[in-house]
């Protein structure tokens, strides 16, 4: 989508520290980190947000969670506990309306969040 930073990055016209790429998924470093491993985890196809998530294929959802167990395991996330947060709307703070999971681990995350 046009003017879309995420569909920007997916297409190359952006650069990102690229983690993990299939068909279906791409994982890259968040640009203002919130722990010392944060990475948004972004299906290729745009839509805005979990809202929309029947514009997805049962496949293409999937492969997003597939994609955050592999990358998780391959940095070791899953050792002491990592964390998945999608913020839905202004009052949840999304500030990018492309469907997106952060993946925050290595450090110590309270509960309830803020
Ligand atoms: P949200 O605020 O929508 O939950 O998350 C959007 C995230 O995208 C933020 O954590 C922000 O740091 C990250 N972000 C915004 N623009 C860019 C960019 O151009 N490159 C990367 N790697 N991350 C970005
Ligand atoms: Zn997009």
Known sequence: MKDCVFCKIIN?????EIVYED????????LNPKAPVHLLAVPKKHI???MDIKNLSAEEFLAIFKAIADTAKELNLDADGFRIV???????GQSVNHLHFHVLGKRIFSWPPG
Request: charge should be negative; avoid cysteine; glycine fraction near 4%.
């Open 12 to 16: 190359k016209e952006i650069a990102s």
């Open 23 to 30: 068909n279906y998924t791409i994982i890259f470093k968040d």
């Open 86 to 92: 999608t913020n839905t709307g202004l009052a949840a």
């Open 48 to 50: 805005d947000s979990v």
